[in-house]
């Protein structure tokens, strides 16, 4: 059985920094990819960042390429996401999750994750 805990949500002015972490216990044999999405009130989750773990390749989604990082500690068993230069419209609740299959682009889609932690809130204010 897989859990992903998320840590490192809060409240931040805009133009500041958070850095999200994603912690993964149990069996993780077979996982292909870590990646974080974000849903806003009454809104499906977006893909934000995903990483495949054998290699380190990253994918992005558009609003946040060259504000956000991905990353991973494989000794640690978890993956960060750097969020840097931070908008009021990146408030939302983000999650991390980890799938078992797929490559390149459709690591954003949610329907490619099969484990989903249970969310952090962030709050970026004005």
């Known amino acids: 059985h897989v859990q992903l805990v998320e840590s490192g949500g809060g409240s931040v002015q805009a133009g500041g920094s958070l850095r999200l972490s994603c912690e993964v216990s149990?069996?993780?044999?077979?996982?292909?990819?870590i990646g974080w999405f974000r849903q806003y009130p009454g809104k499906e989750r977006e893909g934000v960042a995903a990483?495949?773990?054998?290699?380190?390749?990253?994918y992005y989604d558009d609003s946040v390429t060259g504000r956000f990082t991905i990353s991973q500690d494989n000794a640690k068993k978890t993956t960060y996401l750097q969020m840097d230069h931070l908008r009021t419209e990146d408030t939302a609740m983000y999650y991390c999750a980890a799938g078992l299959d797929g490559y390149g682009w459709v690591l954003l889609r949610e329907e490619w994750y099969t484990y989903w932690g249970q969310g952090t809130q962030v709050t970026v204010s004005s």
């Open positions: 149990g069996s993780i044999d077979g996982t292909n990819c």
């Open positions: 990483i495949v773990t054998l290699g380190g390749t990253t």
